[in-house]
C-alpha cells in the first residue's frame, strides 16, 4: 500500500457555463487533517461532492488505498467508508433528531420492518455523547437553532463507520464551546486513523487542526503543503492570487442623528431589558455567545417577533413594528443568520433575489423595469465578485459563499437607512470579506447606520464603533473602538461582571 489512502487525480467538473474542478487533485493520508482552502466557488464542495458520490466527475480518477474507484452514490461512498457533513444542512425538518442521525438506516425489531425506537434513540443519545453535545434527540430538527443543526449533521456522518471524513465548513455555525468539542472530537478521530478533509474560511482553525493543507484557486490545484511551512499571509496570498494589505478598512464618519433607540425591549424568556441607541454614521456590533439572545433581539426590532414589553423609536419617533414587512416599509434591512431558511429563494435567479426586497424600485408603469434589474444585478456582482456566469443563474447553484453574497446584495438594494446584518460574512472567503467591510463603509458615509451580529472578534472590534456585548438575554456592557479586546469582550460574554467602560 502507498502512502495515501485516497487520491483524486486531474477531476474535472463542468455545469453549463462553469468550469467548476479545472483538473484538481488531492491526495489524504491516513490519520491526517487535510484542509482545503480556497476562495467562494474554489471548487472545494464541488471536489468533495464528487468524492461522496453526490456528483458525478467528467474526467479523472479516484484512487482508494491506490486501487481505481468509481463512486457511484451517496450510498456507495458511505460502503466504501467516506461520509460528509455538508456545507448546506440536509436535514429533514419535521423528523425527530435521532431520525434525522439514521434515517434510511433505524434500526427495526429483529427482522421485522418495524423501527426500534427505544434503540433508535438511546444510539442517537450515545452518538451526541460522543461529541458532547445535549439534545433532546426526540426534538423535531426544525425546533433546533442553526449550532443544533449543525451538531445532528456531523452526528448523522459520526453514524456510520468511515475512514475518511469530509467536513465542510462545520465551524461556521458553531459556539466556541462547541467548537472545542469538535476538536477534541476531530483529534480522538485522527487517532483511530481516520483521514478528515477540513474545509474552513477561519484561518486561526486551520493552524489549530491542521496538519496539511491544499489550496485551489478557480477550480485548479495550486499547493499542498504541511501547515508548519504555511503561513497566514502565505495562504492568503495563494488563494486570492494577490496580497490582501489591509483585512479590515475601517472608516470613521462623524456621528449624527439617533436612527434607532430601544428601551427596555423584553421578550419573556429570550431577551430583557435590552436599552441601546444607534446613529447615522455609526456602525455598532452586537455580540456575545451564539444564544445569548442577539439574533432575537434583531428580529424583535425588525417585526419578526413580537416583544412583551418596552419601546422602539425610530428617527425619535416611537414606533410599533409589528411585522417584517412594515420594518422594510419603514427603511429597516434584516440580513438574516440563515440563509437557506430566510434569505434566499432558492429556486429563483440571482437577479430575482438580489431585487426582491426592493421591487418597487424596478416597476415601471405596468411592467418591471427588466433592463434595470439586469443592470442593478451586474452592478452587485462586480461589487461582490459573486461568481456566478450571469443574474439569470439559479442561486442554488452557486457556491455557499456566493450565496450569501447575494443575500448581501438584497439588503444593499434597498432604500434601507438603518441595517441590521446577523453574521454577514459567514462562510465568505478572505479576500470577499474586504470587499464587503467596504461596502459597510460606504454605506455608512451615505448615512445608513448598521448593526452588525457577529461570533468573529476580529470583525467586531475591527469594523464597529461600539460594542455592546449580551449576555444570557441581557447587555453586559458596552465597549468602544479601539478600547477594547478580544479577552474584555469574552468576559462580558461569559457573565464575568466588569466596570463597563
Ligand atoms: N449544480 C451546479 N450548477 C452550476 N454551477 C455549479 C453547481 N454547483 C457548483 N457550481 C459552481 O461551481 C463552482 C464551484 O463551486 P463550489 O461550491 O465547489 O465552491 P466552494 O469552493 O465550495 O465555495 P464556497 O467557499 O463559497 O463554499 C462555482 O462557480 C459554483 O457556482
Ligand atoms: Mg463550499
Redesign the pocket.
Known amino acids: 500500500m502507498g502512502e495515501f489512502i485516497l487520491e483524486l487525480k486531474g477531476v474535472t467538473?463542468r455545469?453549463?457555463?462553469?468550469l467548476?474542478?479545472n483538473e484538481a487533485h488531492l491526495s489524504l493520508r491516513p490519520a491526517e487533517v487535510h484542509c482545503l482552502l480556497?476562495?467562494?466557488?474554489?471548487?472545494?464542495?464541488?471536489?468533495m461532492?464528487i468524492l461522496a458520490g453526490a456528483?458525478p466527475l467528467d474526467e479523472g480518477e479516484i484512487l482508494l488505498d491506490g486501487e481505481p474507484v468509481t463512486i457511484q452514490s451517496p450510498l456507495h461512498a458511505q460502503e466504501l467508508g467516506i461520509s460528509m457533513i455538508y456545507?448546506e444542512f440536509n436535514l429533514s425538518p419535521y423528523m425527530s433528531v435521532a431520525e434525522n442521525i439514521f434515517l434510511g438506516r433505524e434500526p427495526v425489531k429483529g427482522k421485522s420492518p418495524i423501527i426500534d425506537w427505544a434503540r433508535l434513540y438511546a444510539d442517537a443519545e450515545a452518538i451526541l455523547k460522543r461529541i458532547g453535545v445535549k439534545l433532546d434527540v426526540r426534538r423535531p430538527v426544525h425546533e433546533l437553532s442553526i449550532a443544533q443543526q449543525q451538531m445532528v449533521e456531523i452526528a448523522k456522518a459520526l453514524s456510520i463507520e468511515a475512514r475518511i471524513i469530509v467536513m465542510?465548513?462545520p465551524s461556521a455555525t458553531l459556539t466556541d464551546h462547541e467548537l472545542d468539542a469538535l476538536f477534541t472530537l476531530i483529534r480522538t478521530l485522527k487517532h483511530q486513523g481516520i483521514a478528515l478533509v477540513y474545509?474552513s474560511?477561519r484561518m486561526e482553525e486551520i493552524f489549530e487542526i491542521g496538519n496539511r493543507a491544499t489550496i485551489?484557486r478557480d477550480?485548479a490545484h495550486i499547493v499542498t503543503k504541511d501547515l508548519c511551512d504555511l503561513s497566514r499571509e502565505e495562504i492568503i496570498q495563494q488563494m486570492v492570487g494577490r496580497e490582501l494589505k489591509d483585512e479590515f478598512p475601517k472608516e470613521v464618519f462623524p456621528v449624527g442623528q439617533e436612527r434607532l433607540r430601544v428601551e427596555g425591549l423584553t421578550r419573556r424568556g429570550h431577551f430583557e431589558d435590552i436599552s441601546f441607541a444607534l446613529h447615522e454614521g455609526e456602525i455598532v456590533g452586537l455580540t456575545g455567545l451564539v444564544g445569548a439572545g442577539r439574533t432575537e433581539v434583531a428580529r424583535a426590532i425588525f417585526g419578526a417577533d413580537p416583544i412583551d414589553r418596552g419601546t422602539v423609536y425610530l428617527n425619535g419617533e416611537e414606533v410599533k413594528i409589528t411585522s417584517p414587512r412594515d420594518a422594510i416599509a419603514r427603511g429597516i434591512g434584516l440580513l438574516t443568520e440563515d440563509r437557506k431558511g430566510q434569505g434566499l429563494v432558492l429556486g429563483m435567479s440571482v437577479a430575482e433575489n438580489t431585487t426582491l426586497a426592493n421591487l418597487k424600485a424596478l416597476m415601471g408603469r405596468l411592467f418591471m423595469d427588466r433592463k434595470k434589474e439586469r443592470s442593478v444585478t451586474e452592478q452587485y456582482i462586480h461589487e461582490l465578485a459573486i461568481?456566478?456566469p450571469s443574474g439569470a443563474?439559479i442561486v442554488?447553484?452557486?457556491?455557499?459563499?456566493?450565496?450569501?453574497k447575494v443575500v448581501l446584495a438584497k439588503w444593499l438594494y434597498t432604500e434601507s437607512r438603518l441595517l441590521i446584518f446577523d453574521e454577514p460574512t459567514r462562510?465568505i472567503?478572505v479576500g470577499a470579506k474586504v470587499e464587503i467591510y467596504k461596502l459597510m463603509n460606504e454605506l455608512v458615509r451615505q448615512g445608513v447606520a448598521i448593526l452588525v451580529i457577529s461570533s468573529e472578534l476580529p470583525e467586531i472590534l475591527g469594523m464597529c464603533d461600539r460594542i455592546l456585548v449580551m449576555h444570557e438575554g441581557h447587555i453586559a456592557g458596552e465597549l468602544q473602538r479601539g478600547a477594547a479586546s478580544q479577552e474584555d469582550i469574552m468576559h462580558l460574554a461569559t457573565g464575568a461582571t466588569v466596570a463597563t467602560t
Open positions: 467538473k455545469f453549463p457555463g462553469v467548476a474542478l480556497g476562495e467562494n466557488g474554489a471548487g472545494k464542495s464541488t471536489l461532492k456528483q456545507q465542510d465548513e474545509i474560511h485551489m477550480g461568481k456566478t443563474q442554488q447553484n452557486l457556491s455557499g459563499g456566493n450565496q450569501q462562510g472567503d
